[in-house]
Every structure is written in structure tokens, then in C-alpha cells.
């Protein structure tokens, strides 16, 4: 029994897939830079759902797009596009850029163990069937044409934004674009400045340009997933603007609510602000991964509940960097002699705390309960905590390595040596050996050992 939060309803409910397989819709990203740790909580949150149903015995079809076109700077349907301004501003093709930031994505969520989806989509391969839609919904008299595109009038669905709470919608945040006729409308085609010659356009029944970021989901979904679908799941962000536009062009093209379970992580903020490319206030993984192992941010995120705001820190890094290395170490000191077994136990413990809505901290208590736990046989001990590992994707029989801090020290102390600067050099062979580690002069550099 798997109970999930449905943001539709806003209450947890019981899951059950509507066929045999699970069928899972995520967001993916806009290939305009690196990914930052907020957007990838929320790829470890989606990654926690897929697990977990794995684990229960499902299996699950997922998809995911990726957004090459079409998502503007702004969220009001104004602003130059994502992609292009970076081409722009690289000298690049928008094709390039794409492609390397869907490059970097995909090693990204790799290093973090998260699953690859079955399907991963580009908005830019699907052009004709979000024309397609668009032509459904304006047959059924939901578009209406203005002077930089063709947008769809919200006025016109009665459900429309039911699960934003619309009053909280910052008034102003939508309304930019002139001629739209209600402030929550959104673009479904715009048209290509003729001033600005795009790279990424194409011809349609209304002029030359390109779809809006929220057409591409809903055709993707459908064509892949068929509507309606089980679980569709995003950042936080997209239960205001993004999700209720996706529910609304379904709604009024196939007159039903793409998804059964609409699922939403919480931001990762940092001193209290959400993490965010316009705030400058973010991390890439490449930041955090030069003192610490990705894994870490994994133990991390799953420290939290998704649906808490998470601040990151470097003092948490670190709390999770020690937590994970403690808990390998100790997983790896169970001796195995024999093969032991699964203790059935624990392991409903441990299902009961994720199938109540995911909660991966409990998950993660249980895990040290059952290290602590002397009455349990090392080898079964053993066994259990890497069935777990399943679902907590931790490398958990992993042969715990020099810590990724004590070889970022050890490479620094190398180049203050080289520089002739010996007490920096001091100081950090100090630290080194603060941190329980010992670092040893061979003849082609060094050798870090365990004190
Ligand atoms: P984007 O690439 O901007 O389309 O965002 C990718 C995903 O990251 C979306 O599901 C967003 O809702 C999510 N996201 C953006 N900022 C944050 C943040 N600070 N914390 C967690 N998730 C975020
Ligand atoms: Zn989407």
C-alpha cells in the first residue's frame, strides 16, 4: 500500500496504477546551462518515487522531456528564449547548445544514480504533434490570435488553475504581453520576432515561430504515455503557472485531466532563498563535487522529506559527506562469511515509512536502527541494508575511497609545495590529519592513508 501526496486534492492518497504498469511523467530540463542542486533535488525526489514503486514490484514506463525550445526568460510569455539568449551570448548555434547542456545533464543525474527515464524527449522532435494540439483546442474554440502569437484563453475553462490556489498567483506576473485578454492566458504558438531572424523556428497554420514551454508536456505525455496517465511530477514552481496549463490544454482538447497524481518536490534554498539561475545564488554539482562525492548530495537530499524546503549549506554537506562514508564503513565491516537474508522485519519498516509518502529521512533511521541493531546476524544485517539500497541508490557495498575533501586537501598541499610555500603546506597536511587521514611523501607524490 503505497500512500503519495496528491497535489490535486492536496491530501495524501492511496496510489494504485490506473493499468498494470505505472505510468510516470516528469518534467525535464531547459538545456540553456548546467543544471543547478535545487533543479536536481527535485530529479533525486523523482528519482525516490521511481525507485520506490520499483521496489514495491511495479513496473514503471517514464518519461521525460527535454526542453530545447520555447521556455522564455520570463514566466509572463515575454523575454527573449532560454536557449537562443545563450547561443547568443556563446556565439554558438542553439543546436549546440542544446546539445552540450543535455550532455552535462545526462552526466549529471548518472553521477547521482538517478535511473535514466525509458523515453527522454526533445521538445524540437515533436514540433508537429504540438501543432497538432493547437489546432485541436483552436477547432474547439479555446485560442485566439494576437499580434506576437496564438494564445489560450483560460476564460474559456471553468477548471482552470484549480490546483494553484489562483489567489496566490502574483497578480502583474503574468500579464506583460500586450493584447492577452486575461492575465493567466499563455502562448501556445509565438510568433518569430521579424525583427530577431531564430534559429529554431518553424512554419505553422499561423506564421512562422515556435510552440510555448507548457504545449510541449501535454503532447509528449499523450504520445507517449496516453492520457490519462498515473503520476506526473515537477518542482514546486509548476503548480502555479507550468502544471495548471498543461491540465488546461488537455482538459479542453481530450477533456480530461492528463494525470491521476500530481506530484511536487520543495525548493532547495540557499540562506532561506530558493536556489535560482536569476538570483545567482546557486551551485552547479560540478561546485559541490570539487570537496565532496556526488553521493553526498544524494544522502543529503534524502535526509529531507521532499516536500520540505531544503537549505543548503556546506556544514550540511559535510554532515552528510561523514553520515555516508559512516554508514558504508559500517555496512562494509559486517562480515559475510555466508549469504545471510533479507531480515523481513526491517524491511516492513522500512517499506512502511517510503510508502507513506516517500518519507526518505525515516527511511534512512531505519538503516542506522538496523546497523545498531546486535540482535541481528551481521551477514542478514548486510543483506537487508542492500536490498534497501535498492530504493536509496547509495552505493552502500561500496569500498569507501579517500574521502573526496582529504584528496582536495592533499592536491592543494601539492601545489603550495610546488610554489615553495611550505607553511600553507603545513597547514593543510594538518587539517589532513585532523580529518583522521595521513598523507605519506612518495617518490612520484603522495599517498593518503587512513590514521
Ligand atoms: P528548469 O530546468 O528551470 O525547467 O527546472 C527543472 C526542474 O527544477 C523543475 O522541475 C523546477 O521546478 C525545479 N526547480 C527549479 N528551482 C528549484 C529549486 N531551487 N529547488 C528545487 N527544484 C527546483
Ligand atoms: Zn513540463
Redesign the pocket.
Known amino acids: 500500500m503505497i500512500k503519495l501526496y496528491n497535489s490535486k486534492i492536496r491530501k495524501k492518497e492511496l496510489f494504485e496504477p490506473l493499468e498494470e504498469k505505472v505510468r510516470l511523467y ?8 548546467y ?9 533525486i525526489f523523482e528519482d525516490l518515487l521511481k525507485r520506490t514503486l520499483l521496489y514495491n514490484g511495479y513496473e514503471v514506463k517514464h518519461v521525460m522531456n527535454i ?1 530545447d525550445v520555447g ?1 522564455l526568460v520570463s514566466d509572463d510569455d515575454s523575454g527573449e528564449d ?1 536557449v537562443e539568449k545563450k547561443a547568443r551570448e556563446e556565439g554558438k548555434t542553439a543546436w549546440e547548445i542544446a546539445e552540450y547542456y543535455t550532455k552535462e545533464f545526462k552526466k549529471d543525474i548518472k553521477k547521482l544514480n538517478i535511473k535514466n527515464p525509458d523515453i527522454f524527449v526533445k521538445a524540437t522532435d515533436t514540433i508537429d504533434e504540438q501543432i497538432n494540439l493547437i489546432k485541436i483546442l483552436e477547432d474547439k474554440g479555446f485560442t485566439y490570435q494576437i499580434e506576437d502569437g496564438v494564445y489560450f484563453d483560460t476564460s474559456k475553462l471553468e477548471s482552470y488553475g484549480e490546483m494553484a490556489n489562483l489567489d496566490e498567483i502574483e497578480a502583474g506576473k503574468r500579464v506583460s504581453v500586450k493584447g492577452k485578454k486575461n492575465p493567466t492566458d499563455f502562448a501556445l504558438w509565438k510568433f518569430s520576432d521579424p525583427k530577431e531572424k531564430r534559429q529554431m523556428e518553424w512554419e505553422s497554420p499561423w506564421g512562422v515561430g515556435f510552440p510555448g514551454w507548457h504545449t510541449e508536456c501535454v503532447v509528449m505525455a499523450e504520445k507517449y504515455l496516453s492520457i490519462p496517465f498515473d503520476i506526473h ?6 503548480i502555479e503557472i ?1 502544471h495548471p496549463n498543461e491540465i488546461a490544454q488537455s482538459e479542453a482538447a481530450f477533456g480530461k485531466n492528463p494525470a491521476n497524481f500530481w506530484m ?6 540557499v540562506e532561506g532563498e ?4 536569476s538570483k545567482d545564488n ?1 551551485y552547479t554539482l560540478k561546485d559541490i563535487t570539487e570537496t565532496h562525492s556526488p553521493l553526498a548530495y544524494r544522502y543529503l537530499v534524502l535526509n529531507s522529506h521532499y516536500r520540505s524546503k ?1 537549505n543548503f549549506s556546506e556544514k550540511a554537506m559535510q554532515g552528510a559527506e561523514n553520515s555516508l562514508r559512516k554508514m558504508r564503513e559500517r555496512v562494509q565491516n559486517l562480515s559475510y562469511d555466508k549469504k545471510g537474508r533479507i531480515d523481513e522485519d526491517y524491511k516492513k519498516k522500512f517499506l512502511s515509512v517510503l510508502n507513506d509518502d516517500l518519507n526518505s529521512p525515516r527511511a534512512l533511521e531505519v538503516v542506522w536502527t538496523l546497523i545498531k541493531d546486535n540482535s541481528i546476524d551481521p551477514e542478514d544485517k548486510k543483506e537487508t541494508i542492500l536490498d534497501f539500497d535498492r530504493v536509496l541508490g547509495l552505493e552502500l557495498n561500496k569500498e569507501q575511497n579517500i574521502p573526496k575533501e582529504i584528496e582536495y586537501l592533499a592536491e592543494k598541499r601539492k601545489k603550495f609545495r610546488e610554489n615553495g610555500q611550505y607553511e600553507k603546506a603545513d597547514e593543510m597536511r594538518k587539517k589532513i590529519n585532523e580529518s583522521g587521514y595521513k598523507i605519506e611523501d612518495v617518490k612520484d607524490g603522495y599517498k593518503l592513508k587512513k590514521i
Open positions: 516528469t518534467c525535464g530540463p531547459t538545456v540553456y546551462d543544471a543547478h542542486i535545487g533543479n536536481l533535488k527535485t530529479y526542453t521556455h532560454k511530477c515537477g518542482g514546486i514552481d509548476h507550468h511536487h518536490g520543495e525548493f532547495l534554498t530558493k536556489m535560482s539561475k546557486f531544503m
